[in-house]
């Protein structure tokens, strides 16, 4: 067995350092890129969303490096994420490639026994014993936290430093160097030590940085390349940006979800304006919106693929919130077509409004 994955933002360092600890024969896919979204936009249908066009196109470079497993997550409700495995599996099928798809939905959504199956399935590869597959599992949640909160703290801290792009530096390099690695606990001390290292990091409190959530469908906010590196080109900016949806978020609410006590406050928050669960994450959108303007962010970008249903719900409520909260949001629909140069000026111009705002001279005042 030799197992790969899809991309989706810091997972893959995560993913390695469990493989590494549990001596399993991985393929790390190149990180997404245009050739990827061509070879999945090839032989995708033309209506399904961008995940799933890059996934394939993951998928098949990895295959190219020897790769004979799936591991994808999955999920129930209106979403098609939920049906991407089937798709993906008869697809590939369709291409000539066998393949074994490991699908890891909700334990609430399969039950418990069929989870620890399919965990089984993966762990079957390894020749470690119960107890240290155990621990080394832990570490692997342990990583995923750390290497959000690196990152948390780089885009955020980004708006103060003195030196503009010191913060963004030292992450990359963090990335960089976590992947170097070749056990989890040695991934562990790299990213304690660029936690550290940017906790040094020259700041001025006197800073005044425009702050903004990002918001939206979870896939499209977290991959880089799929939302065209919007959070670097906001620490470009000098603007400090923060995300609720993570890879850790994600683990978090499905271990608290079974007993409804995952994302209690986004939920309260969003009860006004989407009472109910509609799939994907609208509610944690509408919710993440309403908490962001409470916390005295300037603004929010939400981001989502063409066709995303979820979305399109929250896309229409948004403006709601925007009047009653008086938060500017500005909404980017991405796909294989978006244009670089087109997405940047709304970009530009989003922060123009917001820094005028900020500083009290719109209409001239």
């Not at 949001?329 to 294989?336: C, H």
Request: charged residues 25%; aromatic residues 10%.
């Amino acid at each position: 067995m030799k197992i790969t994955f899809p991309h989706l933002g810091n997972t893959f360092l995560a993913v390695k350092a469990l493989f590494d600890g549990l001596g399993i024969d991985y393929v790390v896919p190149p990180l997404s890129n245009r050739e990827a979204l061509e070879i999945g936009a090839k032989y995708s249908p033309e209506e399904i969303c961008l995940p799933f066009k890059i996934m394939i196109g993951n998928y098949i470079q990895s295959i190219r490096e020897g790769a004979d497993t799936i591991l994808i997550v999955g999920s129930c409700g209106p979403c098609r994420f939920g049906e991407y495995c089937e798709l993906q599996m008869n697809l590939l099928k369709k291409l000539g490639y066998n393949l074994k798809f490991i699908v890891l939905d909700y334990p609430k959504d399969i039950g418990l026994k069929e989870f620890f199956r399919r965990i089984s399935s993966i762990a079957s590869g390894s020749d470690k014993n119960n107890f240290e597959k155990l621990r080394v599992a832990g570490l692997g949640l342990k990583i995923i936290n750390l290497i959000d909160n690196v990152e948390k703290k780089a885009k955020f801290l980004c708006g103060y430093e003195l030196k503009r792009g010191q913060c963004k530096s030292l992450l990359n390099e963090c990335r960089k160097r976590a992947f170097e690695t070749d056990s989890p606990e040695e991934m562990i001390c790299v990213l304690k030590n660029y936690a550290g290292k940017l906790g040094k990091v020259p700041v001025s409190k006197n800073k005044k940085p425009l702050k903004i959530a990002i918001i939206g469908e979870i896939y499209t906010i977290i991959e880089p390349f799929s939302n065209l590196f919007i959070e670097e080109k906001l620490m470009n900016y000098g603007v400090s940006t923060a995300r609720c949806l993570t890879p850790s978020w994600w683990v978090k609410d499905a271990i608290l979800s079974p007993f409804k006590l995952n994302s209690i406050s986004i939920r309260m928050a969003s009860r006004k304006y989407l009472p109910f669960y509609i799939g994907g994450h609208a509610r944690e959108c509408v919710g993440e919106a309403v908490l962001a303007s409470k916390k005295g962010f300037d603004g929010a970008i939400q981001i989502f693929p063409v066709g995303c249903m979820p979305e399109i719900v929250s896309k229409s409520i948004l403006p709601n919130i925007a009047r009653d909260k008086k938060f500017p949001i500005l909404t980017l629909v991405v796909d294989e077509m978006t244009g670089e140069a087109g997405y940047i000026t709304r970009i530009e111009a989003f922060l123009d409004l917001l820094e005028r705002r900020k500083n009290n001279v719109l209409y001239g005042s």
